[in-house]
């Protein structure tokens, strides 16, 4: 996420300074996923607002500048009813406090909300639907960093999944549960 226009336009972006790669708004992104939930009621989606490529001193600004948005496109202004999920503490061991696929969509829950470097600049200000990602799931970039080729990357991937037992065993010792595990190829 970056900013433009004087720091008052938030857009998707990609790398830094005369490397980066400026995309969309956040109106028309959001009007597609919106039209999206809208024709596909059974759907369920994630949105990860993971890394920003401004300053920290910037990161208020985007993260309100986002919430904003997303609760202007996935809440009825009307009832108040919201599309976002509020996910259960991620130290939750009753089972019973998540909901389950069909649960989300009985309820027109539908979208779980990640934030990952902007979790902390909303503050007080924060909605109860969106989730801080660190607790809940391990990025296969801190085990793919290093990998450059197919080759490479496919072995990483092989050697993490075959050391499943160990890790699940660390995330019960460490957090009580065990956090979800994740495969990103980017």
Same mark, same amino acid.
């Given at each position: 996420?970056?900013?433009?226009?004087?720091?008052?336009?938030?857009?998707?972006?990609?790398?830094?300074?005369?490397?980066?790669?400026?995309?969309?708004?956040? !109106?028309?992104?959001?009007? !597609?996923?919106?039209?999206?939930?809208?024709?596909?009621?059974?759907? =369920?989606?994630?949105?990860?607002?993971?890394?920003?490529?401004?300053?920290? +001193?910037?990161?208020?600004? =985007?993260?309100? %500048?986002?919430?904003?948005?997303?609760?202007?496109?996935? +809440?009825?202004?009307? /009832?108040?009813?919201?599309?976002?999920? =509020?996910?259960? %503490?991620?130290?939750?061991?009753?089972? %019973?406090?998540?909901?389950?696929?069909?649960?989300?969509?009985? /309820? !027109?829950?539908?979208?779980? =909300?990640?934030?990952?470097?902007?979790?902390? @600049?909303?503050?007080?200000?924060?909605?109860?639907?969106?989730?801080?990602?660190?607790?809940?799931?391990?990025?296969?970039? %801190?085990?793919?960093?290093? @990998?450059? /080729?197919?080759?490479?990357?496919?072995?990483?991937?092989?050697?993490?999944?075959?050391?499943?037992?160990?890790?699940? @065993?660390? !995330?019960?010792?460490?957090?009580?549960?065990?956090?979800?595990?994740?495969?990103?190829?980017?």
């Amino acid at each position: 996420m970056c900013l433009k226009n004087d720091n008052k336009t938030v857009i998707f972006c990609h790398g830094q300074d005369l490397y980066r790669a400026a995309g969309l708004e956040l !109106d028309p992104v959001f009007t !597609d996923i919106k039209n999206f939930m809208d024709q596909n009621p059974h759907e =369920i989606i994630t949105l990860e607002f993971g890394h920003v490529n401004d300053l920290s +001193t910037t990161y208020n600004i =985007i993260a309100h %500048s986002i919430q904003s948005r997303l609760e202007k496109y996935f +809440t009825n202004s009307t /009832t108040g009813h919201s599309q976002m999920l =509020i996910l259960p %503490s991620a130290s939750s061991k009753n089972e %019973s406090e998540w909901p389950t696929l069909r649960q989300m969509i009985e /309820t !027109d829950q539908r979208i779980v =909300i990640w934030f990952v470097e902007l979790y902390d @600049a909303l503050g007080n200000d924060r909605k109860p639907w969106i989730n801080q990602i660190d607790p809940y799931y391990v990025p296969s970039f %801190s085990y793919t960093k290093d @990998a450059f /080729t197919a080759q490479q990357l496919n072995a990483s991937f092989i050697q993490h999944c075959n050391n499943s037992t160990a890790l699940q @065993a660390d !995330d019960l010792k460490v957090y009580g549960y065990t956090r979800w595990q994740t495969i990103d190829n980017t």
